[in-house]
T-cell receptor, first 112, second 117 residues
Framework: SQQGEEDPQALSIQEGENATMNCSYKTSINNLQWYRQNSGRGLVHLILIRSNEREKHSGRLRVTLDTSKKSSSLLITASRAADTASYFCATDAWYNFNKFYFGSGTKLNVKP | ETGVTQTPRHLVMGMTNKKSLKCEQHLGHNAMYWYKQSAKKPLELMFVYNFKEQTENNSVPSRFSPECPNSSHLFLHLHTLQPEDSALYLC????????????????FGEGSRLTVL
């Protein structure tokens, strides 16, 4: 299966701390994306990193990609209570464009 | 508002009923998707349509029947479902990455919460 696996499954931190989530996948990818989901709602795209990129930033988000280890990490700096949500990584394989597979997600709780 | 609208938001049906979920996107995208989200399981990719043609059927039981009449609309027809089919069904759209130079970013609707009694 191509789908990614996020780690940890759940993470609880205090407001102001940094949150790091990891994603591992099994096959060579075209690109990797991170999404956020508030409880019972649709997913919202956060950031995309291509297979030939190693790091990307967007506001308080920093994503790294290590294709040799087939892993990625999402760092949220200076977390806020509003960051409380589930976070998912999604990949599409180089041979399987437009078919995006998700992991089970990391449930982040930021305590005020 | 993501530009992807799903109806109904909630649906309760018996195992012998026939119902449909509807998805509409106003983003001009040419790829549309159905995902199933069950508690404590990864999102499951069910169907993919590119330019109205089905390009993926991820071993989905025949009691789920998709329909894509045009690039803006996607349906999921449901019949003789089982209680284990209760889940949040998410529709998404994107610009095709291979032929249209899209980035692959998925835009999701808010989902249809299905309960099968």
């Amino acid at each position: 299966s191509q789908q990614g696996e996020e780690d940890p499954q759940a993470l609880s931190i205090q407001e102001g701390e940094n949150a790091t989530m990891n994603c591992s996948y099994k096959t060579s990818i075209n690109n990797l994306q991170w999404y956020r989901q508030n409880s019972g709602r649709g997913l919202v795209h956060l950031i995309l990193i291509r297979s030939n990129e190693r790091e990307k930033h967007s506001g308080r988000l920093r994503v790294t990609l290590d294709t040799s280890k087939k892993s990625s990490s999402l760092l949220i700096t200076a977390s806020r209570a509003a960051d409380t949500a589930s976070y998912f990584c999604a990949t599409d394989a180089w041979y399987n464009f437009n078919k995006f597979y998700f992991g089970s997600g990391t449930k982040l709780n930021v305590k005020p | 508002e993501t530009g992807v609208t799903q109806t109904p938001r909630h649906l309760v049906m018996g195992m012998t009923n026939k119902k449909s979920l509807k998805c509409e996107q106003h983003l001009g995208h040419n790829a549309m998707y159905w995902y199933k989200q069950s508690a404590k399981k990864p999102l499951e990719l069910m169907f993919v349509y590119n330019f109205k043609e089905q390009t993926e059927n991820n071993s989905v039981p025949s009691r789920f029947s998709p329909e894509c009449p045009n690039s803006s609309h996607l349906f999921l027809h449901l019949h003789t479902l089982q209680p284990e089919d209760s889940a949040l069904y998410l529709c998404a759209s994107s610009q095709d990455t291979l032929t249209s130079g899209g980035t692959g970013e998925l835009f999701f609707g808010e989902g249809s919460r299905l309960t099968v009694l």
